[in-house]
């Protein structure tokens, strides 16, 4: 069973920038970026296929992050600039297995909170 470890949430002042990482412990067709804040339903930020590269983004993120993935260390990221404070949330790394499956790996989450 795959395994993905999340790093790089933290606090930071609105304008600001984070990276998160997410380290897969094998082979996956497909992974993003979800993110939850509290008292609101988890949403997608970013995905990526792993094999040809091509990314996706929300609209209220287009522009200021850009998610990336390091094949040869097995790990993802998430470049975060320009952050506002309504980016505070979980943020979960996610992926798939194969092409027919859905994103059901999941990290653990890490915090980011941005203060104005």
């Known amino acids: 069973q795959v395994q993905l470890v999340e790093s790089g949430g933290g606090s930071v002042q609105a304008g600001g920038s984070l990276r998160l990482s997410c380290a897969a412990s094998g082979y996956i067709f497909s992974a993003g970026w979800f993110r939850q804040a509290p008292g609101k339903e988890r949403e997608v930020v970013a995905t990526i296929r792993t094999g040809t590269g091509s990314t996706s983004y929300a609209d209220s993120v287009t522009g200021r992050f850009t998610i990336s993935q390091d094949n040869a260390k097995n790990t993802l990221y998430l470049q975060m600039n320009s952050l506002k404070p309504e980016d505070t949330a979980m943020y979960y790394c996610?992926?798939?297995?194969?092409?027919?499956?859905?994103?059901?790996?999941w990290g653990q989450g890490t915090q980011v909170t941005v203060s104005s």
């Open positions: 996610a992926a798939a297995r194969f092409s027919w499956s859905p994103f059901n790996i």
